[in-house]
């Protein structure tokens, strides 16, 4: 009887785990999309009939059909103010459409009068607006920054959450 | 190693800079308007200064060093603050509070209290001057609140 137990919960593990598998596959399949093009320490240029819209330089950037992956890169944007560009470091960057994740010890340099660090940092290219929901550090002209949650509109606004903001006393 | 690390705490002590301190729940900047504004629970610091509002605006200006530093600081909502100066404490409250950094003034607008700890001294009034260096005080009242002075007698 025991023999007879022991070799239907076999048969049914053994099928329960067949299915299992077929599925994980599937899954790693549809994850392992091939880039249509690989770029190896390069420096990628987006231009419009007028100006460069865009800089990206990177370790390596893979070009996907409907995606962007950059390893090490630094982004340069134009923004809607002449002679004031946005920069963004960072280890990864995911692009999907007009919308840039950057992620990984990201650097965001607004011109010379903002540079913030964090974690994450989300830019929007048709809207030029960035921000984030994790803490950042930020010095703000001549002022440091602390917080959480930045949010930029244009180049003239910026509001975030919790934030200490401390501002050096001159003599 | 022990006297090393003794001698950079004492280093960084004798030279640690003096900042003013903001925190608050909200940060808004407008570089357009040159002002940055906090909102909720915002609480200043200045050394041994403090000023405790609802909301802050401050306005910026930029000095001969093209810096952006403060040129004044507008408080309102549930204003209080601590401030010491030539050896005395004071003490304020009002419904909106200006602070001048380059004028070194502090203004209580609306309800003004003002309260010199040191020797007692309490102002009343609708508008009440405070000079953050001399420590004099200028208080300014109307026909339906009038200024009053009240100073307290040590027995």
């Given at each position: 009887?025991a023999?007879?137990?022991?070799?239907?919960?076999?048969f049914?593990?053994?099928?329960?785990?067949?299915?299992?598998?077929?599925?994980?596959?599937?899954?790693?399949?549809?994850?392992?999309?091939?880039?249509?093009?690989?770029?190896?320490?390069?420096?990628?240029?987006?231009?419009?009939?007028?100006?460069?819209?865009?800089?990206?330089?990177?370790?390596k950037?893979?070009?996907y059909?409907?995606?962007?992956?950059?390893?090490?890169?630094?982004?340069?944007?134009?923004?809607?103010e002449?002679?004031?560009?946005?920069?963004?470091?960072?280890?990864y960057?995911?692009?999907?459409?007009?919308?840039?994740?950057?992620l990984?010890n990201?650097?965001?340099?607004?011109?010379?009068?903002?540079?913030?660090?964090?974690?994450?940092?989300?830019?929007d290219l048709?809207?030029?607006?960035?921000?984030?929901?994790?803490?950042?550090?930020?010095?703000?002209?001549?002022?440091?920054?602390?917080g959480?949650?930045?949010y930029?509109?244009d180049?003239?606004?910026?509001?975030?959450?919790?934030?200490?903001?401390?501002?050096?006393?001159?003599? | 190693?022990?006297?090393?690390?003794?001698?950079?705490?004492?280093?960084?002590?004798?030279?640690?800079?003096?900042?003013?301190?903001?925190?608050?729940?909200?940060?808004?900047?407008?570089?357009?308007?040159?002002?940055?504004?906090f909102?909720?629970?915002?609480?200043?610091?200045?050394?041994?200064?403090?000023?405790?509002s609802d909301?802050?605006?401050?306005?910026?200006?930029t000095n001969?060093?093209?810096e952006k530093?403060?040129?004044?600081?507008?408080?309102?909502?549930?204003?209080?603050?601590?401030?010491?100066?030539?050896?005395?404490?004071?003490?304020?409250?009002?419904?909106?509070?200006?602070?001048?950094?380059?004028?070194?003034?502090?203004?209580?607008?609306?309800n003004?209290?003002?309260e010199?700890?040191?020797d007692?001294?309490i102002?009343y009034g609708?508008?009440?001057?405070?000079?953050?260096?001399?420590?004099s005080?200028?208080?300014?009242?109307?026909?339906?609140?009038?200024?009053r002075?009240?100073?307290?007698?040590?027995?």
């Amino acid at each position: 009887m025991a023999i007879k137990y022991f070799i239907f919960i076999t048969f049914i593990i053994s099928l329960f785990t067949l299915f299992i598998g077929v599925g994980t596959k599937q899954k790693i399949q549809e994850s392992e999309e091939k880039p249509i093009m690989i770029f190896d320490n390069s420096v990628l240029f987006t231009i419009n009939s007028q100006e460069i819209q865009r800089i990206v330089d990177s370790k390596k950037t893979l070009i996907y059909k409907k995606k962007e992956e950059s390893f090490d890169s630094k982004v340069v944007f134009k923004t809607t103010e002449n002679n004031i560009y946005d920069t963004l470091i960072s280890d990864y960057t995911l692009k999907v459409g007009n919308k840039i994740s950057f992620l990984g010890n990201v650097v965001f340099e607004r011109s010379d009068f903002m540079k913030l660090t964090s974690e994450e940092v989300f830019y929007d290219l048709s809207k030029k607006i960035a921000h984030n929901t994790k803490d950042f550090v930020a010095s703000y002209y001549n002022n440091k920054l602390t917080g959480n949650s930045f949010y930029t509109k244009d180049i003239y606004y910026m509001k975030s959450k919790d934030v200490t903001f401390e501002i050096e006393l001159k003599d | 190693m022990k006297y090393a690390l003794t001698f950079v705490l004492l280093f960084s002590f004798v030279f640690a800079q003096d900042n003013l301190i903001i925190d608050a729940n909200n940060f808004e900047a407008d570089d357009q308007k040159g002002i940055a504004i906090f909102t909720g629970n915002v609480k200043v610091t200045k050394i041994k200064d403090k000023l405790n509002s609802d909301k802050l605006v401050v306005e910026m200006t930029t000095n001969s060093q093209n810096e952006k530093t403060p040129k004044k600081y507008t408080a309102t909502g549930n204003v209080d603050f601590t401030v010491y100066s030539q050896e005395k404490i004071y003490l304020g409250k009002g419904t909106k509070v200006i602070y001048e950094p380059l004028q070194n003034k502090y203004t209580i607008l609306g309800n003004g209290y003002l309260e010199e700890q040191i020797d007692g001294r309490i102002l009343y009034g609708e508008e009440i001057y405070l000079d953050e260096i001399t420590g004099s005080a200028q208080v300014v009242g109307n026909e339906t609140k009038p200024v009053r002075f009240i100073m307290k007698i040590q027995e």
